[in-house]
């Protein structure tokens, strides 16, 4: 079975960073599209960075040049480094997962996911 266990949430101050992992199980790590998306308090579920199996990645406009999505293929984990934290980055992050190839265009597309990790919040505050 497809599982997908996000840790490294907490509560920092603006300007901070903050990494989370995604770790996997249920499938091979590499072969699937994976992405991160958040849910903000009064927004929408929005995509902020995937990557497929190709090593394409794409980013939401708001996390460009502060965020990076990257692969730990030895520990079968999925990270997002996050720097430079605003307030308005705090959500519930969600990593996700998907067994077909989607190119760059889909990454950040809700519906082109069909595996949900349980998520894990990041706040942001003075």
């Known amino acids: 079975q497809e599982q997908l266990v996000e840790s490294g949430g907490g509560l920092v101050q603006p300007g901070q960073s903050l990494t989370l992992s995604c770790r996997t199980s249920?499938?091979?790590?590499?072969?699937?599209?994976m992405a991160w998306f958040r849910r903000r308090e009064g927004k929408e579920r929005e995509g902020v960075a995937g990557?497929?199996?190709?090593?394409?990645?794409n980013y939401a406009d708001s996390v460009k040049g502060r965020f990076t999505i990257s692969q730990d293929n030895a520990k079968n984990t999925l990270v997002l480094q996050m720097n430079n934290l605003k307030p308005e980055d705090t959500a519930i992050y969600y990593c996700?997962?998907?067994?077909?190839?989607?190119?760059?265009?889909?990454?950040?597309?809700?519906?082109?996911?069909?595996?949900w990790g349980q998520g894990t919040q990041v706040a942001v505050s003075e």
């Open positions: 996700v997962a998907d067994s077909r190839q989607w190119g760059r265009v889909t990454l950040l597309a809700s519906e082109a996911y069909s595996i």
């Open positions: 249920g499938f091979t790590f590499g072969t699937y599209t």
């Open positions: 990557i497929n199996p190709s090593g394409s990645t």
